[in-house]
């Protein structure tokens, strides 16, 4: 039984990080041969961009409810290290940065470059429609 918990929490923590630490150019780019997108990568009825799937692997969306990283419900015109019930870095709690367009924009591209120190080890989202979506997106959770 325990080892079945063990290989289990393994799988779920393997599943939770294989969206982070590796750079856009190395992660998989969701089309089958052919070049059409699979049903995994295109949008879902909740609105939700193809490129969220690499923060989804961290960040739940609903309010109060955190992974590996702070839930991003209503995170959009926050402070940056603000969410009640999850322990963020000291580095993000006196970044002094408000989660807007501009911002997210600039954390995504580089997340470590622009807080140095941040717990999110994210290379960064280069693609800047991608980062679009996602922050559009991000508007729309409450």
Not at 6 to 25: H, N, Q, R, T, V
Not at 64 to 88: C, E, I, Q
Request: glycine share 12%; aromatic share 8%.
């Amino acid at each position: 039984m325990r080892k079945t918990l063990f290989a289990g929490s393994i799988a779920a923590l393997a599943l939770m990080l294989a969206g982070c630490g590796k750079p856009a150019e190395e992660k998989a780019t969701g089309t089958e041969s052919g070049g059409s997108t699979t049903a995994a990568t295109s949008a879902s009825a909740d609105a939700r961009p193809a490129a969220f799937a690499q923060c989804a692997a961290c960040h739940a969306v609903k309010a109060g409810k955190h992974g590996v990283g702070p839930s991003l419900a209503g995170v959009f015109g926050t402070k940056a290290g603000d969410v009640p019930g999850y322990a963020f870095s000291d580095p993000m709690k006196a970044s002094g940065l408000i989660w807007d367009e501009q911002t997210l924009d600039s954390y995504l591209t580089n997340p470590m470059k622009m807080v140095p120190g941040t717990r999110m080890t994210y290379y960064g989202m280069s693609d800047p429609a991608d980062r679009k979506a996602v922050i559009d997106y991000l508007k729309t959770l409450k």
